[in-house]
Structure formats: C-alpha cells, structure tokens
C-alpha cells in the first residue's frame, strides 16, 4: 500500500512555466516532508523539505505548499528551466519507529526549450 | 570524490545466482540504507542500519540480506536472484541534527536478472 501518493507520473512545460508535482498522505504521524530530485544516471538529492506547522516554504524557485486539513503538499517550480528536467520524489517520515521515510512513486519532469 | 559510492553499477546475472551489491560511505554516518526503485513504484525500503549491532528490515527485504561490516561499509546480498529483482538499487547515509534530516544516495546499481 503506497503511503504517500504522487501525482502526475510525468509532466511536460515550457520553458519559463510553471511546474507543480502533487502528493497526498493518509498517515498523520508524519512529521516531515522532504522532496527529492534526481537526474539521469544519479542518486535522488534532497531538494527542499517542510515541516507540517508551516503552510509554504520557499527557496528560490522551489516552493512546497502544504495543507495539513487535506493531508496534501505540492511543489511548485517556478520559471522552470530545461535544467530542473529530472524525476522528482515527494517523501514523508514516520513519527514513529525508525522516523524512515515513504517516497511517492515519483514525476518525470520535462522542460522544453 | 563521491561521499557513497556502491559497486558495481551495473550487473547482469541469471537466477538463481548469489548476487553481492556493496556500498562504502565517507561522510561519517551511523545510519545507512538500501533502497530500490522501480518505475511507477517510487523508492522501496529493503534494510537499514543505525550502526553497525543494529540492522533493521524494511518494506521489501524478502529475498535479501545485509551485512554492516564497518560504520562506513554496508552490503545487500541476494542470496538466489530471481527476474523480479531486476531494479535501480540505491545505497543511502542519512544525517539528522538541529533542524535537518538529509539522506545522501549513492549513485545506484542496475541490476538485471535474466
């Protein structure tokens, strides 16, 4: 059972628009909620993460959106550029136990020149 | 030079061989992990270690074994390798502290079980 659920499975944009990945969770003992990003050939890196008692966080032309009543946090790629093409993985980590994160299944983001 | 490296990055081999993934890690971590990733399916939690007394199974580790043989060395072993282990494996260090929890993934093993 996918703990967190990510959507769309792939996304193609324009250069110099908006991108933005979904993610909805069931669980409320997550405590976290770190996206990923990664390239061809790589390993995921982290790319920015929120903490559920804030509502945004911004850093550059990233933003995570979060709404805690919905259980749903997006990321918002502003300007997207051909560089930020790449698989993205939403994530959230378990309040319990080992606090081990659960990854969305990921969104293949293409930005066109 | 890379902070976790795995090897090898790629491998084929056919069922039912013994199949050993290795990953070495420079950053200092106690925590290590193994994931794979399979389209459509996201990342999947196989092991994990806190330290080298202290390992863990994940979602997925039927089919698998690990060894911590140092803090800095971790391995994934499969002991009879089978086509639906055909996967993207990543090794992972995570480090938490004031205010951050950050896994650093290696660079992936493609495994292919013909």
């Known amino acids: 059972q996918q703990q967190v659920k990510q959507s769309p499975q792939s996304l193609i944009v324009q250069k110099g628009g908006i991108s933005i990945i979904n993610c909805a969770y069931e669980n409320t003992a997550f405590d976290y909620f770190p996206w990923y990003q990664q390239f061809p050939g790589k390993g995921p890196a982290l790319l920015i993460a929120i903490r559920p008692d804030v509502s945004e966080k911004k850093e550059g032309r990233f933003t995570i959106s979060f709404n805690k009543s919905a259980k749903q946090f997006s990321l918002h790629i502003m300007d997207s550029q051909p560089g930020d093409s790449a698989t993205y993985f939403c994530?959230?980590?378990?309040?319990?136990?080992?606090?081990?994160?659960?990854f969305g299944t990921g969104t293949r983001l293409t930005v066109i020149p | 030079d890379a902070d976790v490296t795995q090897t090898p990055r790629n491998r084929i081999t056919k069922t039912g061989k013994r199949i050993m993934l290795e990953c070495s890690q420079t950053k200092g971590h106690d925590r290590m992990y193994w994931y794979r990733q399979d389209p459509g399916l996201g990342l999947r939690l196989i092991y994990y270690s806190f330290d080298v007394k202290d390992i863990n199974k994940g979602e997925i580790s039927d089919g698998y074994s690990v060894s911590r043989q140092a803090q800095a060395k971790f391995s994934l072993s499969l002991e009879s390798a089978i086509p639906n282990q055909t996967a993207l494996y990543f090794c992972?260090?995570?480090?938490?502290?004031?205010?951050?929890?950050?896994?650093?993934f290696g660079p992936g093993t493609r495994l292919t079980v013909l």
């Open positions: 992972a260090t995570r480090e938490t502290g004031m205010g951050t929890d950050t896994q650093y």
């Open positions: 994530a959230a980590r378990s309040k319990t136990g080992a606090n081990n994160l659960f």
